[in-house]
């Protein structure tokens, strides 16, 4: 089994910054592409940024130039610098990763539980 457990979420005004960080454990023998989606209430979960093991990222137009995706291969988890908030972000932002476990030859996608990021104006 393994478990996505993000932090970092909370209350900031508009125009501050957080960092989202996501951490995978349990029966991991390799993970691929990590990323960041989000959803505010009453639309649909979108992809926010992605990035590969060697690094290759990807964004959404909506947040490009204001959000930096990483991750740390060593430790498993990937993270999101987003700058210049508006209340626009406001959503529950959600990690996922794909995994390799021990056990099997493929890659299953699993997904956090989600942290509220909330931009007051």
């Known amino acids: 089994q393994v478990q996505l457990v993000e932090s970092g979420g909370g209350l900031v005004q508009a125009g501050g910054s957080l960092r989202l960080s996501c951490v995978a454990s349990g029966s991991i023998f390799s993970i691929s592409t990590m990323g960041w989606y989000r959803q505010a209430p009453g639309k649909q979960r979108d992809l926010v940024a992605g990035?590969?093991?060697?690094?290759?990222?990807n964004y959404a137009n909506s947040i490009k130039g204001r959000f930096t995706i990483s991750r740390d291969n060593a430790k498993n988890t990937v993270y999101l610098r987003m700058n210049s908030l508006e209340p626009e972000d406001t959503a529950v932002y959600y990690c996922?990763?794909?995994?390799?476990?021990?056990?099997?030859?493929?890659?299953?996608?699993?997904w956090g539980q989600g942290t509220q990021v909330t931009v007051s104006s």
């Open positions: 990035i590969s093991t060697g690094g290759l990222t």
């Open positions: 996922n990763a794909d995994v390799q476990s021990g056990a099997t030859p493929y890659y299953i996608t699993y």
